[in-house]
């Protein structure tokens, strides 16, 4: 919590004095002399799930013209688990080719982006995003958002139940404010008192991350999150949750008080308390969160600053119940399982591997359009990994053949080609849409990924799984610190080289090389795989390996 003594952060007057999220939005929209919306605007779009961004590799050419920057909208939808049905995929296939820059972005939080909207087409892409039963509330700002799930249709009929406890918690954590339905669904203002019940009018003083994941998989990286919960599967069936409170990725270079951090396990609860557990650890972030600095303001600075023990006791406090001791549980890896895998009601499950979540049509692989050819035929869902992949989920086996052939005539099927390394690979954004960005990372994955590759091959590694993670910056939205490889972008073309994240997401991992650049890169990781070929043990993962040599030793 700010004292009395440090000043509000703009961004929290800029709430106050929003009306509940409302601000000038019409106005700004409606103002024809620009391509870009009012300043504190820009802030309020991010609880519609939009962010304003422009083309920087245009701006100074645009400023030399005497014109403003080329803006342009990202829109990400809401999307609890990652799991559409073909007619949204189709929709937002459509909207992405009318309305965006032609792809679809699959992200590593289970949610579609469009990119490159104009300000004229928010209002109407929204609408229709709406009409296909969707929504964009809260994918972004200081609220919780989008909710992970093990993406996992296969194992068992608990999944299906978990993944409905992650839509109910999605639902209980929105915003009530009717500021959305109002501005871009054209519905009136009702009259009468508006409050916000779990948020108060200046919601929280940061973006707040939950998931839910379901051993032996951790494919939604749960500690890497403010709040998560771990499935526990006693006897074949749902048993309830561990409680896992303070990860965070985003950390600032230079700024040694930010830093990732991996979150705690606090207790154990049944099923029915999951949702008044959330919402009174979103209570105890928005009384206790810094409001004064935004780098310190996530759920896992109010932890390290105040205690674990204290942050349980304040819960239960305000639950009104203690937490159950942890139960014990296992993860064996946080990656995806490519290819056919049988569910257990006897339909199948397909996991298709998109470099980077982009779904687009390029030389080669027509994968926009084969995934609309899908989705047009296909009578199960779809459904969006953390690694930014999608499952073809529930194909009866009568339509296997079809769905098989559409997705080998589209160049959809590059996992069964790709190595390990390849198909793992994580990367933001970044360049040059980004206004964090610092480096490359979609761009740059496809040229650094052959180079490690080489180097593998030469090793005899080539078939070994590897976990690389790439951002543009620091903010971590690839979750690069739990990577057993991870480039995190310093300046054009420079990294910092981070080693010794685990399989498993439950182990950060350290800088080994700061500021280096490609050839750097190579020359650094090539003698590590020398070694981790000689003298690895049987199974031993790189990440695990490293750490075991104490080759992060001689980090600098």
Known sequence: MSSPSQPLSEVEHTKARSNLLRGTLNESLANPLTGGLATSDTQLLKFHGSYQQDDRELREERRQQKLEPDYSFMIRTRLPGGVCTPAQWLALDALAREHANGTLRLTTRQAFQLHGVLKEDLQPTLARIHQTLLDTIAACGDVNRNVMCNPNPVDSQVHAEVYQWAVRLSEHLLPRTRAYHEIWLGEEKVAGGEEEPIYGATYLPRKFKTAIAVPPLNDVDVFAHDLGFIAILEAGRLAGFNVTVGG????????????????????????????????????????????????????????????????????????????????????????????????????????????SGRVADVPGASRLTGMREVARIHRGDLRLTANQNVIIAGVAPEDRPAIEALVTAHGLDDFRRASPLRRDALACVALPTCGLAMAEAERYLPRIVPLLEERLRAHGLEGIPLHLRITGCPNGCARPYVAEIALVGKAPGRYNLLLGGDRRGQRLNRLYRENIDEPAIIAALDPLFAAYARDRTPQEAFGDFVVRAGLLKSAI
């Open 248 to 355: 965070g990725m985003g950390a600032t270079h230079g700024d040694a008080a930010t830093h990732p951090r991996l979150a705690d396990v606090i207790g154990f609860i049944p099923p029915e308390q999951l949702l008044a557990v959330a919402e009174q650890v979103v209570t105890v972030q928005r009384d206790f969160g810094d409001r004064s600095n935004r780098k310190h303001a996530r759920l896992k600075y109010t932890l390290e600053d105040r205690g674990v023990p204290w942050f349980t006791a304040e819960l239960e406090r305000r639950l009104g119940f203690r937490l159950e001791p942890a139960r014990p549980f296992r993860f064996d890896h946080n990656g995806d399982r490519f290819g056919w895998t049988e569910g257990h009601d006897g339909t199948w499950h397909l996991t298709l591997q998109l470099d």
